[in-house]
């Protein structure tokens, strides 16, 4: 992938809409335990959006699915982690069409993990555990953040190598098989930059942002 390094240039970024969002609806887990977390991490997939609750119960974590009933939304379905451990399932979410990918910074005794669903028909199926293509290191935060988007996926460790940070590429093969393609981590990132932190992927491009670089100024990193 070639990359550009974008940095602070203007102090407010204005979105304009195309058209302005009108009906708004709040939406709450179904029970209210001391710390929930509930809303942690968000994602909009082909009809539904699912939230992240990191800390139910014993911080293991699940992830709520919601579609619309009756023209209101409401839980579909829950997502919990594959294990009974402190995971922190559901640390970062993103979707595309029936895809879902959760990330579990603290699955695999730490090393983190990604999951990856295909949901449909209220229901959803795993069709993928990924992991770091090599020693990321113990409590490297591997999950982070993730992104996917058609037969591509990025799942940060934004804890990796003293916190420099790095970004592991997974492509789905022929087989709907998926595997790691890519590590990357530019040479330029120093202990604590946190590179991965934040990601976002449409097609092929990836931005990554590292906030604590270029002495605590950040910068981001977009990749094509």
Do not use: C
């Not at 579909?76 to 910074?105: H, K, M, Q, W, Y």
């Not at 953040?145 to 592991?168: C, K, N, Q, T």
């Amino acid at each position: 992938m070639n990359r550009v390094f974008l940095r602070l240039a203007l102090p407010l970024v204005m979105v304009l809409l195309a058209a302005p969002l009108a009906n708004a609806q709040s939406v709450y887990a179904d029970y209210q335990p001391v710390v929930a977390g509930f809303g942690g991490a968000v994602a909009v997939g082909n009809g539904f959006v699912a939230f992240g609750e990191t800390n139910n119960e014993d911080a293991a974590g699940s992830v709520h699915v919601y579609t619309q009933q009756d023209g209101a939304w409401a839980e579909a379905f829950t997502i919990d982690g594959p294990s009974d451990e402190i995971d922190r399932f559901g640390r970062s979410l993103d979707a595309d069409g029936n895809l879902l990918i959760v990330g579990a910074t603290s699955a695999n005794a730490g090393d983190g993990a990604a999951y990856i669903y295909e949901v449909l028909g209220g229901q959803a199926a795993l069709v993928a555990t990924l992991s770091s293509m090599d020693d990321a290191g113990h409590e490297s935060s591997f999950g982070r953040a993730v992104a996917i988007s058609g037969d591509r996926a990025v799942v940060s460790a934004a804890g990796a190598d003293s916190s420099r940070g790095a970004v592991f590429v997974f492509q789905k093969d022929r087989r709907g098989n998926w595997s790691a393609t890519q590590r990357l981590q530019p040479s330029t990132m120093s202990a604590d930059d946190m590179f991965g932190l934040a990601l976002d992927l449409d097609g092929g491009l990836l931005a990554v942002g590292a906030p604590q670089a270029d002495g605590r100024t950040g910068n981001v990193t977009l990749y094509t």
